[in-house]
């Protein structure tokens, strides 16, 4: 069974800067898609990027400025994941941010980690 988790949420000031990561079970190289989402709360979740296996990415609506999904490894064993690195925070982009991959027809979700953007 294929787990996904996703890492590095947290608070953060205004302005600031976060890096997320998400881990899977497997090589990151043997899904199709992976793919940020985020949900804030009363709300439906929403793309925010997704990356194929070519390294092709896509955007959601008014994410691609301040938002930009990677492949990298994890420093400490290599193990590769797919990051999303956020700039210039605001208060609006408080929200459980979901990883999510997709393998022979099938989608994996993370259980998310909660972003709050605060002073």
């Known amino acids: 069974h294929v787990q996904v988790v996703e890492s590095g949420g947290g608070l953060v000031q205004p302005g600031g800067s976060l890096t997320l990561s998400c881990l899977a079970s497997?090589?990151?190289?043997?899904?199709?898609?992976m793919a940020w989402y985020r949900q804030v709360a009363g709300e439906e979740r929403k793309l925010v990027a997704d990356?194929?296996?070519?390294?092709?990415?896509?955007?959601?609506?008014a994410m691609q400025d301040r938002f930009t999904i990677f492949k990298d490894n994890v420093k400490d064993n290599d193990q590769p994941t797919a990051s999303l690195r956020i700039n210039d925070l605001r208060p609006d982009d408080t929200a459980v941010y979901y990883c999510?991959?997709?393998?022979?027809?099938?989608?994996?979700w993370g259980p998310g980690t909660q972003v709050t953007v605060s002073s």
């Open positions: 990356i194929s296996r070519f390294g092709t990415t896509n955007y959601g609506p």
């Open positions: 999510m991959a997709t393998k022979g027809g099938q989608t994996f």
């Open positions: 497997e090589n990151i190289s043997s899904f199709y898609t």
